[in-house]
Every structure is written in structure tokens, then in C-alpha cells.
């Protein structure tokens, strides 16, 4: 069974700083991962997809490596903004379905 | 273009009452997926559908069941409704059913169970 972990849980910092969020994932035998927002309350939506094929993507200040076969992606995101406070999840797409980790909750401090 | 679209948006239930919710998938897209995400963990994959049959399913009992629509909208339904199935439901739709594709979510409907 595929098993998602990110770390850390939650994550303050001021203004301006690179914020760096972790996943990992048990089974490397995986389709493609993607990164996700999620705001309090709200559905999510899709800021990255790498395909199990690539390394990583970029998105404007986002940029997302993927290592298979270590089972770890990194989203890297640069330069942040306050509007940059969320929650960010990880999924990996094994077949049919998407396995997700809990989240890293970001607060970006004016 | 549409996004996916959920109806309601919020939802309160009784235990034991059953209840209906809907989806819309975004203009082309021929699967639909649902999950439910509890306060604070991450969404669970409940089922899909692809062309009106189910493609596969989570570790959720069968009183948990769906339908797709020939115009590709979806419905889950919940049968003898408990505490525990308090959540947020996502509905996501992708392209087709390959593995390659790429998820997008609507905006939830949120379940409260009393």
C-alpha cells in the first residue's frame, strides 16, 4: 500500500524568504505526482504535475523535482507572498487513483 | 471552459438519512474520481468512473455508491449515514482514465453528520 508522508506539518515564515515543503512516498512504482493547493475549507487546485519520466517542472515561482526512485519530490517556492499561505499536498498517482500525504500548512508573516 | 463544478456546498445530514451529491466534470473530461477528506488529513480515494462504470474503488464499505451520467457528470451517494462520514467530498475529473493524466478538483461539498 502506498504510503504519502510531508514534512514538516506546518511551516511560518516572513515574507520574502524560499519556502521549501518535502514529500515522500513508499512505493516508487508510481505514474506521476502532483502538487496541490488547498485553501481553509476549499477543493484543491493543481499548481504541478511531473510525469514519472521527468525530474522536475516549473510554474512561475514554482519549481517541483521528483526522484523516483528514492520516493521524494520537493516544491520549491520562491521569493514568497503572504497570498502564498495554504495548505500543500502532495499526490502520486498509482493506476487509477491518487494516494495523498496530510499536508504542510504554510503561513507566510507580512 | 468549465472547471468541475460540486453541488451542495455545504450539507447537513442526520445519522442514519441518506444523502446525494453531485458533480459536473470539466468540458471533455470523461472520468471522474471521488474522495473524502477528513479535518486535517489528506482526501481518500473513495471510487472512479469512466463512461458510466465503476474503474476502481477505495477501502469504503458499499453503502458508499456513485453513478456517471452519460454526459460524464457524476453522483455519490451514501446510504445509513454515520458520524464518521462527516468530511469534505471531492470530485475530480481527468481527460480520460490513463495513468499519465492529470486531476483537477472542484471546490468540495462539505458533509456534517449529526
Known amino acids: 500500500k502506498q504510503e504519502v508522508t510531508q514534512i514538516p506539518a506546518a511551516l511560518s515564515v516572513p515574507e520574502g524568504e524560499n519556502l521549501v515543503l518535502n514529500c515522500s512516498f513508499t512505493?516508487?512504482?508510481?505514474?506521476?505526482l502532483q502538487w496541490f493547493r488547498q485553501d481553509p475549507g476549499k477543493g484543491l487546485t493543481s499548481l504541478l504535475l511531473?510525469?514519472?519520466?521527468?525530474r522536475e517542472q516549473t510554474s512561475g515561482r514554482l519549481n517541483a523535482s521528483l526522484d523516483k526512485s528514492s520516493g521524494r519530490s520537493t516544491l520549491y517556492i520562491a521569493a514568497s507572498q503572504p497570498g502564498d499561505s495554504a495548505t500543500y499536498l502532495c499526490?502520486?498517482?498509482?493506476?487509477?487513483?491518487?494516494?495523498f500525504g496530510a499536508g504542510t500548512t504554510v503561513t507566510v508573516r507580512a | 471552459e468549465t472547471g468541475v463544478t460540486q453541488s451542495p456546498t455545504h450539507l447537513i445530514k442526520t445519522r442514519g438519512q441518506q444523502v446525494t451529491l453531485r458533480c459536473s466534470s470539466q468540458?471533455?473530461?470523461?472520468?471522474v474520481s471521488w474522495y473524502q477528506q477528513a479535518l486535517g488529513q489528506g482526501p481518500q480515494f473513495i471510487f472512479q468512473y469512466y463512461r458510466e462504470e465503476e474503474n476502481g474503488r477505495g477501502n469504503f464499505p458499499p453503502r458508499f455508491s456513485g453513478l456517471q451520467f452519460p454526459n460524464y457528470s457524476s453522483e455519490l451517494n451514501v446510504n445509513a449515514l454515520e458520524l464518521d462520514d462527516s468530511a469534505l467530498y471531492l470530485c475530480?475529473?481527468?481527460?480520460?482514465?490513463?495513468?499519465?493524466?492529470?486531476?483537477?478538483f472542484g471546490q468540495g461539498t462539505r458533509l456534517t453528520v449529526v
Open positions: 499526490a502520486v498517482r498509482d493506476d487509477y487513483k491518487l494516494s
Open positions: 512505493d516508487s512504482a508510481i505514474y506521476n
Open positions: 511531473i510525469q514519472s519520466s521527468q
Open positions: 475530480a475529473s481527468s481527460l480520460h482514465r490513463g495513468p499519465n493524466t492529470e486531476a483537477f
Open positions: 468540458s471533455g473530461h470523461n472520468t
